[in-house]
């Protein structure tokens, strides 16, 4: 089954724990994406990679790091989390640049910084 | 960058009735707009999208219009159902803004049965 898988679904840390929430897609798609989801601001983008160790800031970058060692990976890194990134997180893959292809989402990390 | 409001914030219509939710942007020369659905506890889906090359398109009971001039677009559900309940975002890319995708705030639709 082609799919987006994020995880943990839930995380719940404290401030300054380095976390990683992990996302791996099946499709063998080329472009990836981290989100963040906040009410009343939609969905906003954290980071994209266009390819293997090719990566690009987002709307909203500062405090997350990416890499992109593997096609299929696309981890989300949090250095020193701030309370001000709690928020739900989504992970999306499309086979090229979202204009020309349909861009496919994870089911989402909760994540709760204390 | 490209801007994309998404308006209004909440819906509510009767089983039946039609919705319609519109989208402006900012950035001219942007020239693909999706619309995605999210259902509770789950990552949004692509319902529909429209090129600036067409003016609109329709798919069964939803449809988008897209006005390049005014630079605004809309969906459009006819027939609306209980099952139709749900946020759906608008986006916009292309242009400027090669590699990234814009999301409107997002909008409540609630169907009563």
Same mark, same amino acid.
């Given at each position: 089954? @082609?799919?987006?898988?994020?995880?943990?679904?839930?995380?719940?840390?404290?401030?300054?724990?380095?976390?990683?929430?992990?996302?791996?897609?099946?499709?063998?798609?080329?472009?990836?994406?981290?989100?963040?989801?906040?009410?009343?601001?939609?969905?906003?983008?954290?980071?994209?990679?266009?390819?293997?160790?090719?990566?690009?800031?987002?709307?909203?970058p500062e405090g997350y790091k990416v890499s992109r060692k593997e096609?299929?990976?696309?981890?989300?890194?949090?250095?020193?989390?701030?309370?001000?990134?709690?928020?739900?997180?989504?992970? @999306?893959?499309?086979?090229?640049?979202?204009?020309?292809?349909?861009?496919?989402?994870?089911?989402?990390?909760?994540?709760?910084?204390? | 960058?490209?801007?994309?409001?998404?308006?209004?914030?909440?819906?509510? $219509?009767?089983?039946?009735?039609?919705?319609?939710?519109?989208?402006?942007?900012?950035?001219?020369?942007?020239?693909?707009?999706?619309?995605?659905?999210?259902?509770?506890?789950?990552?949004?889906?692509?319902?529909?999208?429209?090129r600036s090359n067409v003016g609109e398109k329709k798919d069964q009971?939803?449809?988008?219009?897209?006005?390049?001039?005014?630079?605004?677009?809309?969906?459009?559900?006819?027939?609306t159902q209980p099952e139709d309940s749900a946020v759906y975002f608008?986006?916009?890319?292309?242009?400027?803004?090669?590699?990234?995708?814009?999301?409107?705030?997002?909008?409540?639709?609630? $169907?009563?049965?």
């Amino acid at each position: 089954e @082609a799919q987006v898988t994020q995880n943990p679904r839930y995380l719940i840390t404290v401030t300054g724990k380095k976390l990683t929430v992990t996302c791996s897609q099946n499709m063998n798609h080329e472009y990836m994406s981290w989100y963040r989801q906040d009410p009343g601001l939609g969905l906003r983008q954290i980071y994209y990679s266009m390819n293997v160790e090719v990566t690009d800031k987002g709307d909203v970058p500062e405090g997350y790091k990416v890499s992109r060692k593997e096609k299929r990976n696309f981890p989300l890194i949090l250095e020193s989390p701030s309370p001000n990134q709690t928020s739900l997180y989504f992970c @999306a893959s499309s086979l090229g640049g979202w204009e020309k292809n349909i861009q496919y989402f994870g089911a989402g990390t909760r994540l709760s910084v204390l | 960058g490209e801007n994309v409001e998404q308006h209004p914030s909440t819906l509510s $219509v009767q089983e039946g009735d039609s919705a319609v939710i519109k989208c402006t942007y900012s950035d001219s020369a942007s020239n693909y707009f999706p619309w995605y659905k999210q259902e509770l506890g789950k990552g949004p889906q692509l319902i529909i999208d429209i090129r600036s090359n067409v003016g609109e398109k329709k798919d069964q009971r939803i449809a988008v219009t897209l006005n390049k001039t005014a630079k605004h677009f809309s969906l459009h559900i006819t027939e609306t159902q209980p099952e139709d309940s749900a946020v759906y975002f608008c986006a916009g890319a292309g242009g400027t803004s090669y590699g990234k995708l814009t999301f409107g705030q997002g909008t409540i639709l609630t $169907v009563h049965p």
